[in-house]
């Protein structure tokens, strides 16, 4: 199989759920590689939050039937900006392709709620892996945020 294919079929076996009881426990086991763990709220913190906001939308990230990651953002009705605000990949799952699938899946998504103009999204300047995911997709880095976050930004086609 070549590189392009392999892609396409990971790309197809990535799959975006809700959040629910059926997949709760399994997003709270997900780890970050300890470097990491600066880099991200806890998904437990970000199921609180997800509980306590109307406009948060949180998902599993599915690959072959696993939950491998976690991740959130809101769109809300009134703005053309949607924000993803949390993403991750458990420690034994980086490197596959997993994330690169989860977050063309994710722009998916947002893109077909018809509204949205522009996907934003925050990161840790050191998180090299990140810079380059996002890059990949044609975010742009604006600048930091108040606390120190690089803010990049993704202007979608219509």
Do not use: W
Not at 39 to 59: M, P, T
Not at 132 to 139: C, D, K, S, W
């Amino acid at each position: 199989m070549t590189h392009s294919a392999e892609a396409r079929t990971r790309d197809r076996l990535v799959v975006l759920r809700p959040v629910g009881e059926d997949n709760r426990a399994a997003i709270l086991a997900l780890e970050l590689m300890p470097e990491q763990q600066g880099f991200v709220a806890s998904n437990a913190d970000s199921l609180e939050e997800a509980g306590e906001d109307d406009e948060a939308i949180a998902r599993a990230i599915v690959a072959a039937g696993r939950v491998v990651g976690f991740l959130m953002y809101s769109a809300p009705e009134d703005d053309d900006e949607a924000i993803i605000y949390r993403f991750m990949i458990d420690r034994r799952e980086q490197g596959k392709g997993l994330g690169r699938a989860a977050v063309a899946k994710a722009l998916e998504e947002i893109t077909h709620l018809g509204h949205i103009r522009r996907v934003s999204i925050c990161y840790e300047p050191q998180n090299k892996a990140a810079r380059r995911l996002y890059a990949g997709f044609g975010f742009v880095e604006q600048g930091s945020d108040e606390d120190g976050e690089m803010i990049a930004v993704l202007e979608l086609g219509r």
